[in-house]
């Protein structure tokens, strides 16, 4: 039986052996006998040499219930037979590698195809292939002949003496890696076209050196760029994205804007600060993120609460109310012990005296006299005892309440947010795109309640700014609040004076590259970007960035370049009326008992004198 089997069925039998766990699809695109008889000869003898194949045949190109869309393996070698050269490749790209759930992956799987010599450059450099990472043609005159060589395309070698076609010796193939070369290894310093908008300045920020010419000034993405590109020999070119922004849809969507427009019309084969979501997810491709941002809102540093009552908060309410018991207590038993005191004085000096003895002794102060009875005196003593461990404790703590006074209650979730009892305003900053889009279509009810509220969009600064001088939260990119106080405002001892509330995250996305779907570079690119971030040159890239942002800031300060602001904070280092409002409700308080008292000793004086006037 081996006899009948065509010399080329022969080799590719061989070379299938090194494709022991992956699915194979064989395709014929015209009805050719020869043709025909290849494929049927590796069908025949592919289940004798994998006997857990998964086969998928069709013929002609036409969708056949033979063709699997869904993955068995995580690999898939693709045979093919291209009898009209690049006629059928359309077709071809539509049936096996569409832009979307495709059942083989171009940038991962291998394809083999099979023409005749006079089609060979046509077919390697066609649009279809070259979006295939892995392909190798084996072309002749004859199907029936034996073929010694197989061609290939290197994507980036090509110079003025040297083609991209590349030629590969099949007797000294031992493996797929030597039968498939990795040529996106080597990018021979092809600059990459890099697509970049320019309201995300906290990642990423372009400067213009000249006209249409642009470099990476700062931000996460240079940082990216700059340790990913050389390590596979590329270089980039970088240039602000159609609108400044990352993409959006124009009509019917068949058109974008931004970095989604760019990749989508080949201007562009990066494309920075774009995130995915579902209507850009079947358009493009994303690498794996060098770190990852969320949404979430940022305030102000929350004021100083001051108020009268702050004089009662030493003590809680059931220990003022044993502090009063006691004192009416002690007033109690020291009137009886002195009203059977055979030494002591008159009634009315002995009320006087107790009420004082008591007063003094509770404020810290010395008494007038001591009381002449021993039981009074034991009394006394106790009493003392307990008035300093109270008064200790009181003036500890409002001294306490005076250094540090108690903070406004501020919201720490979107709930709380929009709860009426905050108080709070929101708005979000000119980021727009995904930030946008995910408060206007959420289901979330919390998060629609936001969007009605939505106050009209400011940038970045003036929407920070605002959370600075009122009760007002600026939705936005976490980092956006980090770039925009290390750059625009004055850190108060080293500390930004905004707060990012991080315990309600919502859109958690990475932060990579946008790229053609489905592209020959995404899986090394995915490699080393994963290397990186897992050695901890994420978190080391930030705090560079922004340390070189603080330093900018400073240096501009110290230029003259000085905007004054307006902030809700007062300077807590000096003493307030607020500070000490309590003090004076209390002396109000003082007046009034005083006077009362006052009026009562008055109207009885009257009483009695009008009552002697009367005898």
């Known amino acids: 039986m081996e006899s009948k089997i065509s010399a080329q ?47 998928s045949l069709t013929s002609y190109f036409q969708t056949s219930l033979n063709i699997s869309t869904r993955r068995h393996s995580q690999c898939s070698l693709v045979i093919t037979t291209l009898q009209n050269g690049i006629e059928n490749l359309d077709l071809f790209n539509k049936l096996i590698v569409p832009d979307f759930l495709a059942p083989t992956k171009p940038e991962k799987d291998h394809f083999i195809f099979i023409s005749r010599k006079i089609h060979s450059n046509l077919i390697l450099q066609s649009k279809v292939t070259l979006k295939l990472k892995y392909k190798i043609l084996l072309s002749s ?90 390590h596979f020999n590329f270089t980039y070119k970088i240039f602000p994205s159609t609108g400044h922004d990352s993409g959006k849809p124009i009509g019917n969507g068949s058109t974008w804007t931004g970095v989604v427009g760019d990749i989508l019309k080949g201007d562009a084969d990066l494309g920075t600060s774009t995130s995915y979501n579902f209507v850009r997810y079947p358009l493009l491709g994303f690498t794996r993120g060098s770190r990852y941002i969320w949404v979430t809102f940022t305030l102000g540093q929350p004021t100083s609460y001051y108020t009268w009552e702050a004089m009662f908060w030493p003590f809680s309410l059931e220990l003022w109310i044993s502090t009063f018991f006691s004192l009416a207590t002690v007033t109690l038993i020291f009137r009886l012990l002195e009203r059977f005191d055979s030494v002591s004085v008159g009634k009315y000096e002995q009320n006087h005296l107790s009420t004082l003895r008591i007063s ?21 003593c106790f009493w003392q005892f307990s008035c300093v461990v109270l008064s200790t404790a009181y003036v500890s703590k409002i001294v306490g309440l005076l250094a540090f006074p108690v903070l406004e209650a501020q919201p720490s979730n979107f709930k709380e947010l929009v709860d009426p009892n905050f108080r709070y305003g929101w708005g979000m900053d000119l980021s727009g795109g995904n930030l946008y889009a995910h408060f206007e279509s959420s289901t979330n009810l919390v998060l629609r309640k936001v969007f009605r509220g939505l106050e009209p969009p400011k940038t970045a600064v003036d929407c920070y700014g605002e959370a600075m001088r009122r009760k007002f939260a600026c939705i936005s990119w976490r980092g956006t609040a980090d770039y925009v106080a290390f750059k625009n405002l004055t850190l108060i001892k080293g500390k930004s004076p905004l707060i990012s509330v991080d315990r309600d995250k919502t859109l958690f996305l990475p932060l990579g590259f946008a790229m053609r779907r489905n592209s020959i570079l995404m899986p090394n690119f995915n490699k080393v970007i994963q290397l990186l971030v897992d050695s901890g040159q994420g978190s080391k890239w930030i705090e560079e960035d ?70």
């Open 546 to 615: 922004l340390a070189g942002v603080l330093k900018e800031s400073v240096n501009w300060r110290k230029d003259g370049n000085l905007h004054q602001g307006r902030s809700r904070e007062e300077n807590s280092e000096l003493l307030t009326l607020n500070h000490l409002m309590g003090v004076f409700f209390m002396f109000i308080f003082g007046n009034g008992f005083a006077i009362l008292c006052f009026s009562v000793e008055f109207l009885n004086t009257v009483i009695k004198c009008v009552s002697k006037t009367k005898e």
């Open 141 to 230: 005159d004859n199907y029936s002949e034996k073929v010694s060589k197989a061609e290939t395309f290197c994507f980036f070698c090509a110079t003025v003496e040297k083609s991209h076609i590349e030629t590969i010796n099949l007797k000294d193939v031992k493996s797929a890696h030597k039968l498939f070369p990795d040529w996106t290894k080597n990018g021979y310093g092809h600059a990459l076209r890099v697509s970049s908008p320019t309201k995300y300045p906290f990642v990423i920020e372009l400067e213009e050196i000249s006209k249409n010419k642009w470099i990476c000034k700062r931000g996460q993405y240079r940082y990216v760029l700059e340790a990913l590109l050389p």
């Open 9 to 55: 069925a022969k080799q590719i039998l061989t070379i299938t052996s090194y494709f022991q766990t992956c699915e194979f699809f064989l395709i014929q695109d015209y009805p050719d006998p020869e043709a025909s008889k290849i494929l049927n000869d590796i069908a025949n003898f592919l289940p004798l040499l994998h006997p857990k194949l998964f086969l």
């Open 360 to 380: 003094f002794t509770l404020v810290g102060k010395d008494i007038p006299s001591y009381p002449k009875a021993n039981p009074a005196r034991v009394l006394l």
